[in-house]
């Protein structure tokens, strides 16, 4: 039962992430060795070989190699080595599995070979959208009162791993709350050395029911319906084109730069102005046009993208919207996050982060403005919030506990290899988080009325359960309580650090 939840809101939520739960992974064989001890032998390197990759280019997986040939290392460095390269190779995103085995060359007592087998995931994923419009399951059932019109459908196609180069396209065409057409094609490494790359996106949406305050951090919806009465016909009170095009420059196994520029328009009804004139600008504006620039840069030691268990993530961006060619918007902002993770005794481990962000100026359009309670940008306990404000600070602590992990293997009864094996785990935490969300924006302002939580230390601490499972979704099942003694159990997908 527990496997059927969490594949359906893995369906629901399109979780498709990066990484496996393999519990095999650094378990190395050594094949053909001699029988003394191999832990302070010095071994010569002679050979990497790759298997079982029948549509991935080689060149993709020995980028992410370290070890190198024609090279001695001790038996510990070897493995260590090892250990690196195949959670390297995991998170390519392209592999159910990787293994990996050190073979010693016929009749030598040093000279070895390392040969990675990996197996290919499936690449091509068309699917049916069906999922909630609001930010997750208990905003919508507590704040929108579980509204059956409240939902998204349609048509997404994702090929990953086009051509064997790991390059990724998409498509898709959404209905329901919002109508959304999208198109993306990233391209990893353009050039010889596979540090450069680029990709580009384009995305239409149209809405007939918009937010548009935020009333004691909770966020308020305007419909067609009450604005020009209820009819047949859909009336569209808000619609945005946004097109990207962003270039990498992968200078390490585990240094990224990115620099994107986009372009946005958005307009609305001017009925929407009665509502809240400060939507999208402080001269009563219909429409916004920017040019956006945003850099960032990622250092990622994680042994797993999904859900870390080692490691460390340092993620830092720098983004100023509206560059002089349009005047309808002029904000910049940085953010920066770290994170660490790691292994303790007895299958215990601990996760903690800190974030922070700050923008200018002071005034910024509803439209426009930051804060928590979006995707995983968020403080436990506070689903059913939305706390916008120039400025924030967060820190997240968990110690979590292995229960079980296993893998099944459904044989012949799945006909594609790819998912034969189910592999699931769980995990049993308990939790601390806490923050501060500064908002400068006067009392009368129409964008965030009687806020409860911006301007106050806020913290929350709790327990859960997490399980990751097929193709690395995640769901999160938590008990907590937060600043306002407000208890709750709530479901969420991702890692929550």
Same mark, same amino acid.
């Given at each position: 039962m527990a496997i059927c939840i969490l594949f359906f809101l893995f369906a629901t939520f399109g979780a498709y992430s990066q990484v496996s739960i393999d519990k095999d992974l650094g378990k190395? +064989?050594?094949?053909?060795?001699?029988a003394d001890s191999l832990q302070n032998r010095i071994l010569f390197l002679e050979n990497i070989q790759i298997k079982g990759n029948k549509k991935t280019k080689k060149r993709i997986i020995t980028r992410e190699i370290d070890l190198e040939t024609n090279v001695s290392y001790?038996?510990?460095?070897?493995?260590?080595?090892? #250990?690196?390269?195949?959670?390297?190779?995991?998170?390519? @995103?392209?592999? $159910?599995?990787? #293994?990996?085995?050190?073979?010693?060359?016929? #009749?030598?007592? $040093?000279?070895?070979?390392?040969?990675?087998?990996?197996?290919?995931?499936?690449?091509?994923?068309?699917?049916?959208?069906?999922?909630?419009a609001d930010r997750n399951f208990s905003d919508w059932l507590f704040n929108q009162d579980g509204a059956t019109d409240r939902f998204e459908y349609g048509f997404k196609f994702d090929q990953f791993n086009v051509r064997g180069l790991n390059e990724k396209l998409s498509a898709m065409a959404q209905f329901g709350f919002k109508r959304r057409f999208a198109f993306g094609y990233n391209i990893p490494y353009l050039n010889k050395e596979q540090t450069f790359g680029m990709g580009l996106?384009?995305?239409?949406?149209?809405?007939?029911?918009?937010?548009? %305050?935020?009333?004691?951090?909770?966020?308020?919806?305007?419909?067609?319906?009450?604005?020009?009465?209820?009819?047949?016909?859909?009336?569209?009170?808000?619609?945005?084109?946004?097109?990207?095009?962003? &270039?990498n420059y992968r200078?390490?196994?585990?240094?990224?730069?990115? *620099?994107?520029?986009? =372009?946005?328009? %958005?307009?609305?009804?001017?009925?929407?102005?009665?509502?809240? +004139?400060?939507?999208?600008?402080?001269?009563? /504006?219909? +429409?916004?046009?920017?040019?956006?620039?945003?850099?960032? &840069?990622?250092?990622?030691?994680?042994?797993?993208?999904?859900y870390p268990l080692k490691g460390f993530l340092?993620?830092?961006?720098?983004? #100023?919207?509206g560059l002089g060619v349009f005047n309808d918007i002029d904000q910049g902002s940085a953010q920066a996050l770290v994170a660490y993770y790691k292994p303790l005794k007895y299958n215990f481990s601990i996760a903690?982060?800190?974030?922070?962000?700050?923008?200018?100026?002071?005034?910024?359009?509803? &439209?426009? *403005?930051?804060?928590?309670? &979006? @995707?995983n940008n968020l403080l436990k306990g506070y689903e059913?919030?939305?706390?916008?404000?120039?400025?924030?600070?967060?820190?997240?602590?968990e110690l979590k506990k292995e229960i079980f992990s296993v893998e099944a293997n459904l044989g012949k009864l799945m006909p594609l290899k790819q998912f034969r094996k189910v592999p699931i785990a769980a995990y049993f935490k308990v939790f601390f988080d806490q923050?501060?969300?500064?908002? $400068?924006?006067?009392?009368?302002?129409? %964008?965030?009325?009687?806020?409860?939580?911006?301007?106050?230390?806020?913290?929350?601490?709790?327990?859960?359960? /997490?399980?990751?499972? =097929?193709?690395d979704a995640v769901l999160r099942l938590e008990y907590s309580i937060n600043a306002l003694n407000e208890t709750g159990f709530f479901i969420n997908v991702k890692s929550g650090i």
């Open positions: 190395i +064989e050594v094949i053909n060795s001699p001790t038996f510990k460095e070897l493995q260590e080595l090892i #250990k690196l390269d195949e959670n390297k190779i995991f998170n390519t @995103g392209l592999f $159910n599995t990787v #293994k990996a085995e050190i073979e010693f060359a016929d #009749k030598s007592d $040093n000279s070895v070979n390392v040969i990675f087998f990996v197996e290919e995931r499936w690449y091509i994923w068309p699917s049916v959208i069906f999922k909630l996106s384009f995305s239409y949406s149209e809405l007939d029911q918009i937010d548009f %305050t935020n009333v004691e951090n909770k966020r308020l919806f305007i419909d067609a319906d009450s604005i020009f009465g209820d009819d047949n016909s859909r009336k569209i009170i808000s619609n945005t084109l946004t097109s990207n095009v962003f &270039f200078e390490s196994y585990y240094n990224t730069h990115t *620099m994107r520029l986009t =372009y946005s328009r %958005t307009t609305i009804l001017e009925e929407v102005l009665q509502f809240n +004139e400060d939507y999208l600008g402080q001269n009563r /504006d219909m +429409e916004q046009d920017f040019i956006g620039l945003t850099y960032i &840069f990622r250092r990622d030691f994680r042994d797993r993208n999904n340092i993620d830092a961006r720098l983004s #100023k919207i903690s982060s800190f974030s922070g962000y700050t923008s200018y100026p002071r005034f910024q359009p509803y &439209f426009n *403005m930051n804060g928590l309670g &979006f @995707g059913l919030y939305v706390i916008q404000g120039q400025h924030y600070a967060v820190n997240k602590i923050g501060y969300v500064q908002n $400068n924006l006067p009392e009368t302002s129409p %964008t965030t009325i009687s806020p409860l939580l911006s301007n106050r230390y806020i913290y929350s601490y709790g327990a859960g359960i /997490d399980l990751v499972t =097929y193709y």
